[in-house]
């Protein structure tokens, strides 16, 4: 077994209570195409994966089909690392009889859509022994969850946190890196939470976990909505399949309750369809929408933003450290999940002020420079439009943006980016992202193509090719009282280029130049 970093927490739990692999036939024995051979009652199951490099003894292999191969061809490596019994499908049947003959087999017609309550079931349905909130929205997930992790640090409370960053218990990272974890990873990380006494686990759900059934087998305390953009749509054929998908989550399959923003379109779409009970929230008080949480009173500064949130309970005060009025959004979201969860709001808010920021989410770079130099993770039309809007007003002097947009993914949005980003910036500088397996040039030309379509149009435009050199450029130019904002990677610590991802953090390579840069 490999070591894990001192500083680092197991992703799966040190003791699990054997699981007879009876029981799990026994989960499927009133199911549609379910079988089972070498029943292998007496064999006992401490762990579930998918991955055969990742088999733990005592596990219960899923060889389930993939996007190249089918897992049924690792079933023999599966159980020559530890593996006790095999879960599969008709398919996947007669190559694991071939390879994995020693161990128990039950086929099933969709495996994957079972991993979620084969997972629970073994790891002994440790969600059920949380709180446990899972959100979803086109932006603000991360910073959502990152400022629920302070707020029930402010309750008292240890909190697991699950994300695009990566995944911690107690403030710890797990030992490997999981952004959006297979149902066996997400069940083990909760019972690894309980044996480092978590009470309540903050996730983020993607539209593709849920079509995917990444989240299968968990019925969220708290569903949280947000928002919802135009992303993804390389995934899903059109938004409203990308919304219908992020509609599953607001089902008793997948929750309790939900928490709702109907400053949102698609929020208000959902309040009128789901049948949860539905606490609803709105951050825009000249909106004037009814809502069981408002904010109002917002005292932006350039630290931040105090307001008050008015809810059930009567006004409680909250500061969030992060600045942008969707921040307030975003603060206001995470009150009203955590009061529904059962936490006091005053606690709650006392913590949201404590929370120390978000990796590449306005993130700033200092390094003795006389003007703001910020990294954020802006990568889609929404998000970059709502940081624009956020810095405009606390600009004194140019506002100068370094954007370009990610290769093999939704082209739609390239050109709706360039328009956003030439209507409120100064100087726009066009550059590459992760360009993939694109033509980096063809991208650049669509978000240029974009800001001919600007009204009006405020940028001067410049395009430069290779990230390092735009920055460099933008640094250059920057001057007293100006903002300068590195925009679409965030945290990001990687650059790929025809499938090798060179190593390449937006804001080191910032920190960098502004140090060359100075006197």
Not at 401 to 410: F, M, S
Not at 436 to 450: K, L, N, S, Y
Request: glycine fraction near 10%.
């Amino acid at each position: 077994m490999t070591a894990t970093p001192e500083s680092a927490v197991d992703s799966r739990p040190r003791t699990v209570l054997p699981v007879p692999f009876g029981e799990v036939v026994e989960l499927f024995d009133t199911r549609t195409g379910a079988a089972s051979r070498n029943s292998g009652s007496d064999v006992l199951l401490t762990g579930v994966t998918l991955t055969s490099k990742d088999v733990r003894p005592g596990d219960l292999y899923a060889a389930v089909a993939g996007a190249n191969t089918h897992g049924a061809r690792f079933a023999g490596a599966a159980v020559a690392a530890g593996a006790v019994a095999v879960l599969t499908d008709v398919t996947g049947a007669e190559e694991v009889a071939r390879t994995a003959a020693t161990v128990p087999v039950v086929v099933v017609d969709d495996p994957r859509r079972e991993l979620g309550d084969v997972a629970a079931l073994v790891y002994g349905h440790p969600a059920e022994r949380l709180r446990t909130i899972g959100v979803t929205g086109t932006q603000g997930k991360t910073t959502v969850t990152y400022l629920a992790e302070s707020g029930v640090a402010g309750a008292g409370d240890r909190a697991g946190v699950v994300g695009t960053i990566g995944t911690r218990i107690a403030g710890r990272p797990v030992s490997s890196a999981l952004t959006t974890p297979e149902a066996p990873q997400l069940h083990g990380l909760f019972a690894a939470m309980l044996e480092q006494q978590v009470a309540a686990c903050v996730m983020e759900v993607s539209s593709h976990a849920l079509v995917l059934g990444r989240v299968g087998g968990v019925v969220f305390d708290v569903a949280v909505f947000l928002n919802l953009g135009h992303d993804h749509l390389d995934f899903h054929a059109t938004l409203q399949e990308y919304f219908e998908a992020k509609a599953t989550l607001f089902t008793a399959e997948h929750a309790r309750c939900a928490v709702i923003n109907v400053d949102d379109d698609h929020g208000r779409q959902l309040l009128a369809r789901t049948e949860l009970p539905v606490t609803t929230i709105s951050a825009d008080a000249g909106a004037g929408r009814a809502a069981d949480w408002t904010a109002t009173r917002h005292r932006p500064d350039a630290g931040g933003t105090t307001f008050d949130a008015i809810g059930p309970g009567g006004v409680t005060e909250v500061r969030v450290p992060l600045p942008g009025a969707f921040n307030v959004a975003n603060a206001l979201a995470v009150v009203a999940a955590l009061v529904t969860a059962g936490y006091r709001a005053d606690e709650v808010a006392a913590g949201i002020a404590t929370c120390p920021g978000v990796p590449g989410r306005m993130e700033q770079v200092v390094a003795g420079q006389d003007f703001t130099a910020l990294v954020d993770y802006a990568h889609k039309p929404e998000a970059l439009q709502a940081v624009l809007e956020a810095l405009g007003p606390v600009t004194d002097g140019r506002l100068i943006v370094v954007v370009g947009a990610g290769g093999d993914r939704d082209t739609g949005k390239r050109p709706l980016m360039g328009r956003i980003a030439a209507t409120a910036c100064d100087l726009l500088i066009v550059t590459d992202d992760n360009p993939r397996t694109e033509d980096p040039a063809g991208i650049r030309r669509q978000i240029i193509d974009g800001t001919q379509q600007a009204e009006p149009r405020r940028a001067e435009v410049v395009q430069i090719a290779g990230r390092r050199d735009a920055i460099a450029y933008a640094v250059s130019l920057a001057r007293t009282g100006d903002c300068l904002l590195v925009a679409g990677k965030g945290h990001e610590r990687g650059q790929e280029i025809n499938g090798t991802v060179h190593p390449f953090d937006d804001r080191e390579v910032l920190r960098a130049l502004l140090t060359a840069e100075a006197p």
